[in-house]
């Protein structure tokens, strides 16, 4: 047998000289009738991450390894959980075999020879450690130069920024003078349009009252004329008056004229119709 990662694990063989009460119990199964579907192997873990408890087993598809691995030979038991989303079978160990109780991260072998391998390993673990912690400080060495050279070249933007944006406060104030003289023209330009159109408006004011006192002159003088025109309508009604006063005591004075004439002519027909009787 090889080495193996306290991940994934080998039966042992219950007549190899086991001498744990466990591994006996487990050896006295060997009329249990349930057999594990083909390719199935033991896993020591429930899905979610709980034990299995000892006198069951817990079955399922092995895992997925790397290409580069070999595949599991059957008997193996993987410490661990199942592959997610596998189809699992519960049932009791085999009869042959015991699960060794080995902790997490501990190596296990079975044949003496290895045993110095352990400590090989070990060596080696330390000289990978001490590697990588050399390289990570070789990193970090590159990293602290990368970033002192980024960081001069932020200084670097930052004092173009800074010159930029002295550069662009210089611009803003011309253009707050350059608005503040075009408001100033602008105002003084509204001032020259108010006062022009005041003058307007005061000139068509004139015009309007010269036009008003045209037409109020033109008024009097008509005014003017119709009096003198009632004064002759009133001196000529006068003369009328008067003249018809003058022919009214005329014609009096002639209707009694021709009464007394008309009585006078009465009177001598009278007295010459008498005369004629006698």
């Given at each position: 047998m090889?080495?193996?990662r306290s991940?994934?694990?080998?039966f042992q063989?219950a007549?190899?000289?086991?001498d744990s009460?466990e591994?006996?119990?487990l050896g006295?199964?060997e009329?249990?009738?349930?057999?594990?579907?083909p390719?199935y192997?033991?896993?020591?873990?429930?899905?979610d991450?709980s034990p299995v408890p000892q006198?069951?087993a817990?079955y399922a598809?092995p895992?997925p390894?790397?290409?580069?691995s070999?595949p599991?030979t059957?008997?193996?038991?993987?410490?661990?959980?199942?592959?997610t989303?596998?189809p699992?079978?519960y049932?009791?160990p085999?009869?042959?075999f015991s699960?060794?109780?080995?902790p997490?991260?501990?190596l296990?072998?079975?044949v003496?020879e290895?045993?110095?391998?352990?400590?090989?390993?070990s060596?080696?673990?330390?000289i990978?450690q001490h590697?990588?912690s050399?390289?990570?400080e070789?990193?970090?060495?590159?990293?602290k130069?990368?970033?002192?050279k980024?960081?001069?070249?932020?200084?670097?933007?930052?004092?173009d920024l800074?010159q930029?944006?002295r550069d662009l406060?210089?611009?803003?104030?011309e253009?707050?003078?350059?608005?503040?003289k075009h408001q100033?023209?602008?105002?003084?330009?509204d001032?020259n349009v108010?006062?022009?159109?005041?003058?307007?408006?005061?000139?068509k004011s004139l015009?309007?009252h010269?036009d008003?006192v045209d037409?109020?002159e033109c008024?009097?003088?008509?005014?003017?004329?119709?009096?003198a025109?009632?004064?002759?309508?009133?001196?000529l009604l006068?003369?009328?008056e008067?003249?018809?006063s003058?022919?009214?005591?005329k014609?009096?004075a002639?209707?009694?004229?021709?009464?007394?004439?008309a009585g006078?002519?009465s009177?001598?027909?009278?007295a010459?119709?008498?005369?004629?009787?006698?």
């Amino acid at each position: 047998m090889g080495i193996k990662r306290s991940s994934v694990f080998l039966f042992q063989d219950a007549d190899s000289g086991g001498d744990s009460q466990e591994e006996s119990a487990l050896g006295d199964q060997e009329d249990c009738p349930f057999v594990p579907p083909p390719g199935y192997m033991m896993y020591t873990v429930f899905p979610d991450g709980s034990p299995v408890p000892q006198g069951m087993a817990l079955y399922a598809p092995p895992p997925p390894l790397p290409n580069d691995s070999r595949p599991l030979t059957p008997g193996t038991v993987v410490y661990g959980p199942p592959p997610t989303g596998a189809p699992i079978v519960y049932g009791p160990p085999p009869p042959n075999f015991s699960i060794p109780l080995i902790p997490v991260g501990v190596l296990h072998c079975n044949v003496p020879e290895h045993h110095n391998l352990e400590n090989e390993v070990s060596r080696l673990e330390d000289i990978i450690q001490h590697l990588k912690s050399k390289k990570q400080e070789q990193w970090m060495r590159v990293s602290k130069q990368q970033c002192e050279k980024e960081i001069e070249e932020l200084h670097h933007n930052i004092d173009d920024l800074l010159q930029e944006k002295r550069d662009l406060e210089h611009e803003v104030e011309e253009l707050h003078r350059t608005i503040q003289k075009h408001q100033q023209r602008k105002d003084f330009i509204d001032g020259n349009v108010e006062s022009l159109m005041n003058e307007l408006e005061i000139e068509k004011s004139l015009r309007h009252h010269e036009d008003i006192v045209d037409e109020i002159e033109c008024i009097e003088k008509t005014l003017l004329k119709r009096r003198a025109e009632l004064r002759e309508a009133d001196r000529l009604l006068a003369e009328a008056e008067s003249e018809l006063s003058h022919t009214t005591e005329k014609v009096c004075a002639a209707v009694l004229g021709v009464r007394r004439l008309a009585g006078l002519l009465s009177s001598s027909a009278a007295a010459g119709r008498v005369r004629k009787k006698t």
